[in-house]
Every structure is written in C-alpha cells, then in structure tokens.
C-alpha cells in the first residue's frame, strides 16, 4: 500500500508567478484534501476533492485553485503569488467520501515565495 | 479567528516526567482528533474521539474529549525523547468539510 506523495518538496518561486503542486492519494482512497500551513501555525484549510468535483473549501481566495483526476490524485495551484503564500503545502487522503474522518497526509512541499 | 487553542505553546521536560496539554474551544464539534507532526513531514493521526466525556489511552498516551466536546486534553505518561515533536488537535463542526487545526504544542523532551 503506497502513501501520500506530494511533488516537489521544495520550491522556491517569486512574486506574481504562479504554481502546480502536485499530490498522489493512498491507493483506495478518492478524496483529497489540501491545507497550508504556515510557519509556527497549525494547518489551515484550503479545500476538499472527492471523485473530481471540489466539495467543501475553506477562507482562501480564487487565485487557489484545483484539480483532482480519475486516478484521485490531485494539484494545487496558486496564481499571482504573494509574499505571504510562503508555507508548507499539505495533501491528504482519505476514502469513504464525506464522511471519513481519518486523514493521512504527505510530507509537504515547502513554497517560498520570494 | 483560531477555532481552537492549544496551550501550552512550547514546551520542555525531561525523559520521565509527566505532562498535558490542552485543547479548548467555544465551539461543539462533532469530532476531534489529535495529530504528532515532525519536522519536514506531514501531521500524523495519532487518535479521533468522538463522544463528550470519552478516554482512549494509546500506550502511554490518554486522550479526553470534554463532556460538552468543547475542548480535550492529552497527557503523557513518563515522557521519552521519542515523544519530542508538535501535536496538533483538530476538529470538525457538525457535519463540515474542514478539519480545524489548533496551532499546536511543540514539546521536546530531553533525556
């Protein structure tokens, strides 16, 4: 049973640019959710995919945006970005759909924006 | 706003002794879970509870969900270094989408 992979685990990238990361669920689970998490903070988040249709999405704005694929995995992308976008971008996997409460998460891929 | 606040922030012992950290809210939720996260990986579920006034005890770990399931703590047991890393509680109100993250207690246990 593979794990939650998230791509690239560093990036640095700078204002105004834009950016793809990008998340490979557990096998057997089709939900996907993404969160940031910004230094010294706890993770806060951004939305939620479940079968390729976004179903839940938390206080960021539209320049956040995603997808998620037949296969279930999903990428995060980010337009204009700003200083502030700098965190550790979270992905987790769950199955069962709404309801499911146990997440597993990847390692991150850590933005800096400069 | 933070929906949930964890205290302590930071916090320093040695191998053997005893701690707890807290978890409160104002808000109900219908869940809440409490996550080990290292440094350079993702939050590691360590265990969910979901009725007010329940205990579940994971080794040297106990875990309590408050009787209004407002708030929970987690305490440990004779400390080890291995037990060094930030714990995060998080939650769900009513049926929503979001896990709500508190900002965590960063513990580190010397031996």
């Known amino acids: 049973e593979t794990g939650v992979t998230q791509s690239p685990t560093h990036l640095i990238k700078t204002r105004g640019q834009q950016v793809t990361l990008r998340c490979s669920s557990q096998s057997g689970h089709n939900t996907v959710s993404w969160y940031q998490q910004a230094l010294g903070q706890g993770p806060q988040f951004i939305f939620q995919y479940y079968r390729e249709e976004e179903n839940g999405r938390g206080n960021f704005p539209p320049r956040f945006s995603g997808l998620q694929f037949p296969n279930y995995s999903s990428e995060l992308n980010v337009n204009a970005l700003e200083l502030d976008d700098s965190a550790l971008y979270l992905c987790?996997?769950?199955?069962?759909?709404?309801?499911?409460?146990?997440?597993?998460f990847g390692s991150g891929t850590q933005l800096s924006v400069l | 706003t933070q929906l949930l606040e964890q205290s302590p922030q930071f916090l320093s012992i040695q191998e053997g002794e005893n701690l707890t950290v807290y978890c409160n809210s104002s808000?109900?939720?219908?869940?809440l879970q409490w996550y080990r996260q290292e440094p350079g990986e993702g939050p590691v579920l360590l265990v969910t509870?979901?009725?007010?006034?329940e205990v579940k005890k994971l080794k040297r770990l106990t875990f309590q969900f408050g009787d209004a399931r407002k708030d929970s703590s987690l305490h440990i047991t004779a400390a080890q270094p291995g037990d060094t890393g930030l714990y995060l509680c998080?939650?769900?109100?009513?049926?929503?989408?979001?896990?709500?993250f508190g900002k965590g207690t960063s513990l580190l246990v010397t031996p």
């Open positions: 998080a939650g769900k109100v009513n049926s929503g989408y979001a896990l709500n």
């Open positions: 987790a996997s769950s199955s069962g759909g709404r309801t499911n409460e146990k997440l597993f």
């Open positions: 509870v979901v009725t007010g006034g």
């Open positions: 808000s109900v939720f219908s869940s």
